[in-house]
């Protein structure tokens, strides 16, 4: 009798000990399936989109503007890249190649980076932050081919960008002028385009609808032609007044620039900014002297005529 007790109660323990084996098989299958079906939610573990193991696989985070920006920045004014010709009305406005390559390696090695005036503009106004440097604005006016020919290719080796104000007409390429390919070359490297206007007509002397077809009208065909604000305009030779800024207010436009030497601030009036002229003979180091000394005094008040 006690014997076959016992072997009941090996046969119930042997039974309990299947169940818990078959109940614990169970649980771990749930558990299996649990897991993948989180890891297939998970988009760090899918196999289409492997965490990324590198700092080259990670973005950078983006920038995010700031308080508006308080600091005054240079703008430089150039014309002609190349030596002078015998006989040149003005040679002082061109300034060889040689020493424009050498005046970006001093602006360079002094901690300076180009940039554009509507990137100037989205600082001062809504914080938007710099590249990393000293800013400071190349322009360049009339659109004369040696702008591309020969300072095109040196900003682009330094990865620096300027301003084009450029004239349509008066300037074909068969007089030294810049053609539409090459200003659609520029404007791709990141360069913004600007105006003087049709003819680089003295603007003070025009009736209301010259005046109209020199500021609004150029702006509206550059526009159309090459997809770009035009957010600037350029005064031909310095040359306005009143009415004409009246205009070139009307015509959209968000400032512009003038031939009064000193840094361009925030606080002056953006429709008559200050430029720095850079004449040829000009050395790098004069170049940085010239930043130095003019930034230490205060702007020049901004006169209707510069010559």
Avoid at 98 to 117: C, D, S
Wanted: aromatic share 8%; net charge positive.
């Amino acid at each position: 009798m006690q014997e076959r007790r016992a072997r009941r109660e090996a046969r119930r323990r042997a039974l309990r000990r299947r169940r818990l084996a078959v109940l614990g098989g169970l649980i771990a299958v749930v558990v299996t399936i649990v897991a993948i079906a989180a890891a297939g939610r998970s988009p760090s573990h899918s196999k289409h989109e492997p965490k990324p193991t590198t700092a080259r696989a990670r973005k950078a985070p983006a920038q995010r503007p700031g308080p508006p920006g308080r600091e005054p920045v240079p703008v430089l004014m150039y014309h002609v890249i190349a030596a002078p010709p015998a006989g040149a009305p003005f040679p002082g406005l061109y300034v060889e190649p040689r020493e424009f390559a050498e005046q970006m390696q001093a602006l360079k090695g002094a901690g300076w980076r180009a940039v554009t005036p509507d990137q100037v503009r989205a600082y001062w106004r809504e914080g938007v932050p710099l590249p990393r440097g000293k800013p400071i604005v190349l322009s360049f006016d009339n659109g004369y081919q040696s702008q591309y020919t020969q300072a095109f290719p040196v900003l682009k080796r330094l990865g620096w960008v300027a301003e084009e104000n450029v004239q349509l007409t008066g300037l074909p390429p068969s007089q030294g002028g810049i053609g539409q390919a090459e200003l659609r070359a520029v404007v791709a490297a990141g360069w913004e385009l600007d105006t003087q206007g049709f003819s680089h007509a003295d603007l003070i002397t025009l009736d209301a609808r010259q005046l109209h077809y020199e500021v609004a009208v150029s702006r509206k065909v550059l526009q159309n032609r090459f997809h770009v604000p035009v957010n600037w305009f350029c005064y031909p030779s310095g040359h306005y007044d009143a009415r004409v800024i009246a205009a070139v207010e009307a015509a959209g436009y968000v400032g512009s620039t003038t031939v009064v030497p000193g840094w361009a601030h925030k606080h002056e009036d953006p429709y008559r900014m200050h430029r720095l002229r850079v004449l040829g003979g000009t050395s790098g180091a004069q170049l940085l002297s010239l930043l130095a000394a003019v930034r230490d005094d205060p702007p020049a008040p901004a006169s209707y005529s510069g010559g």
